[in-house]
């Protein structure tokens, strides 16, 4: 039967999907679709132009068991006899789970591709706030829903995917994959770690892992400026942020706007309290409290207590503006501007009242909440268990990279414990952290925009990305080519080549015996 006619909600059949019931199954066609899609939303690929694209979607809605959330999936089937025998998994983003129209892009470049794609709502849409799907009441939480979006709906896709693709084209995806970063990169990793069957490649891209601790650790900065009572202006983080960058840029030998070695890079924002900052029209003297509120985003949550860290901070040359500062009016008066996420996490999760303030927190009601924040969510979507083993067993592949944002050294240290269980984790997970890179993509740093077809060819071909391509335009306008190298390993320039080329740049292989590819020298953390 041709695709066109087989796309009817009466020809599907419905999917069997243990500990559920599906509520409603629909399909429509949509024809000839183009679009041109940008890497920026399509993460862990390059742009995609979709070009006369028709494909078959397919909606289900389903009910738990005894629960009473309704969960919407979708699968996108090409058409026309372009699909490719592979699925892939559409990861999410902030609080959302990945099926929103913001995302749609995604979609439609994947079946452009020639994969049947497939995304989730984990039970709440696009249209409800963190309030209006978490608590159930003040003081409660609801936590079906909230298993849903850690994991559930996550592996029910998987399977919905699955089940439809195979009964649409009559045989089963030869290979499944996951794509995602932050909300969609935690997804990834709690699908290797809970659901190892699920996917056997995924994309986990600056992974949202330790979700427990990074959210209430996103608050820290407003936390400090509070208890201040002094609110730097923007221009002054920034001034701190390129100062930094100018200060660590060589230290990898080359002279390009990106500090490479993040590791080496030393700087004391004290140094230059009273220098002069260009602030819009005028110049404004660096206030020792911008010192002290982007030396406590550098370092990381503390107890208050000389020594004793809560979790890590963010890199050094991070943008400081997008999220850990304040906004000021004509008037040169400023007051906070916390990142959302942390502070209804805070307030819905944590304190589970809608009307908790924030302002008022002290260093010791913050310190309860990170630790309530953890013992009660830990479990439940903390997403860092480092036993991977299942995953390995069933030949499953994981390929991640990590920039600025969400702090990178977080995702090092779950990388790190995995290691210390398993020393051959190179052979089946592998980290490129990315110089410069904003978060999931930016126009600036190293974007590695390979990443998922790498990913490919290891899990079909068993072609291990040793390295990354990866390219960014300088100030100058001069395009670099460079590789990522995975962690511990990092790029070096050779000191003779033209910097600007891929072939001046190695892989320095410190702690890796390349002989046998063991993990030999796990970094403290």
């Known amino acids: 039967m041709d695709s066109f006619l087989r796309c009817s909600g009466l020809l599907i059949p419905q999917p069997d999907l243990p500990g559920a019931s599906i509520n409603l199954l629909y399909a429509n066609v949509v024809s000839n679709a183009s679009a041109y899609v940008p890497e920026s939303a399509y993460t862990n690929h390059g742009p995609v132009n979709v070009t006369d694209v028709s494909f078959c979607v397919v909606s289900i809605a389903y009910t738990h068991t005894s629960q009473s959330d309704v969960v919407n999936t979708q699968v996108w089937l090409p058409l026309n006899d372009t699909w490719n025998g592979r699925m892939m998994g559409i990861g999410g983003g902030g609080f959302y789970c990945g099926l929103y129209p913001a995302n749609f892009m995604a979609m439609l470049a994947a079946v452009g591709e020639g994969y049947a794609a497939v995304s989730t709502d984990c039970g709440h849409t696009v249209l409800q706030t ?22 559930v709906a996550l592996n029910d896709a998987a399977i919905l995917g699955k089940s439809v693709t195979e009964s649409f084209y009559g045989q089963a995806p030869e290979h499944s994959y996951f794509s995602g970063c932050s909300q969609g990169g935690r997804q990834g990793m709690i699908l290797a770690q809970k659901y190892p069957d699920a996917y056997n490649g995924i994309a986990a891209a600056s992974p949202a892992v330790n979700w427990a601790n990074i959210l209430v ?62 602030c819009g029209e005028q110049t404004v003297p660096l206030s020792e409290s911008a010192a002290v509120v982007a030396t406590a985003a550098w370092q990381g949550p503390s107890t208050g207590k000389p020594g ?92 991640t990279f990590h920039g600025l944002m969400v702090p990178s050294r977080g995702t090092r240290r779950y990388y790190e414990s995995t290691a210390r269980r398993d020393p051959f984790v190179r052979n089946y997970y592998r980290l490129f952290e990315a110089p410069g890179l904003g978060h999931c993509w930016s126009p600036t740093g190293l974007y590695p925009s390979t990443i998922f077809d790498d990913l490919v060819a290891w899990v079909e071909e068993g072609r291990t990305p040793h390295s990354l391509p990866v390219s960014f335009i300088d100030e100058d306008n001069v395009r670099h080519e460079r590789i990522l190298c995975p962690y511990p390993e990092r790029a070096v320039y050779d000191g003779r080549g033209d910097p600007t080329a891929r072939s001046s740049y190695y892989c320095s292989a410190d702690g890796i015996d390349l002989e046998s590819n063991v993990y030999t020298k796990p970094t403290e953390t």
């Open 130 to 151: 963190l309030e209006d799907w978490l608590l159930e009441s003040p003081g409660h939480v609801n936590e079906h829903l909230l298993e849903d979006f850690a994991s």
């Open 217 to 278: 650790a996103g608050f820290y900065t407003q936390l400090v400026m509070n208890e201040l009572d002094s609110h730097p202006q923007w221009c002054e983080l920034d001034y701190l942020t390129n100062a930094a960058i100018r200060q660590c840029d060589e230290l990898d030998g080359v002279h390009d706007g990106i500090v490479s070695d993040m590791d080496a890079c030393e700087f004391d924002a004290f140094d230059l309290v009273g220098s002069a900052v260009p």
């Open 308 to 399: 004793v860290s809560l979790w890590e901070g963010v890199d050094v040359v991070a943008n400081l503006t997008d999220g850990f500062a304040s906004q000021c009016s004509p008037d040169g008066r400023c007051t906070g501007l916390p990142v959302v996420y942390s502070s209804d996490w805070i307030r819905l999760a944590v304190r589970k009242d809608p009307s908790f303030d924030l302002n008022s927190i002290t260093q010791r009601e913050y310190t309860r909440i990170f630790y309530d924040s953890v013992k009660e969510y830990q479990s439940v979507i903390g997403s860092n268990d480092p036993d991977l083993s299942e995953f390995r067993q069933r030949g499953g592949k994981i390929l």
